[in-house]
Nanobody, 126 residues
Framework: QVQVAEFGGGLVQPGGSLILSCTAS????????MGWFRQPPGKEREFVAA????????LYADSVKGRFTTSRDNAKNTVYLQMNSLKHEDTAVYLC???????????????????WGTGTQVTVSS
């Protein structure tokens, strides 16, 4: 089992950048695919990005492709989400989650993830 917690949310202007981090407990972080999801106000939780544990492959939602980048530092048990060119529609609670799955199909499904953080608010507003 691994427990995760997100950091780094805040208020940013449209076009700005923000980096989120997610720190995991436990000694088996290297064996977990790490995913980022977000939940806009009044909407369902949606997939944002993920990085597999087996070969560090990354997967992104079409809405963030080219703007967001996820990376991980296994030595620090931390995964990052660099968000650039932020838009109003990126406003949401961002959540980090861990799973053992490695296929692209499974990595983008919230049902695949068993370990979730509580989320951090990102607000894009002028």
């Amino acid at each position: 089992q691994v427990q995760v917690a997100e950091f780094g949310g805040g208020l940013v202007q449209p076009g700005g950048s923000l980096i989120l981090s997610c720190t995991a407990s436990g000694r088996t972080f290297n064996w977990y695919t790490m995913g980022w999801f977000r939940q806009p106000p009044g909407k369902e939780r949606e997939f944002v990005a993920a990085m597999s544990w087996s070969d560090n492959r990354t997967l992104y939602a079409d809405s963030v492709k080219g703007r967001f980048t996820t990376s991980r530092d296994n030595a620090k048990n931390t995964v990052y989400l660099q968000m650039n060119s932020l838009k109003h529609e990126d406003t949401a609670v961002y959540l980090c989650a861990a799973t053992r799955v490695v296929t692209f199909a499974a990595m983008q499904l919230k049902e695949s993830y068993k370990n979730w953080g509580t989320g951090t608010q990102v607000t894009v507003s002028s």
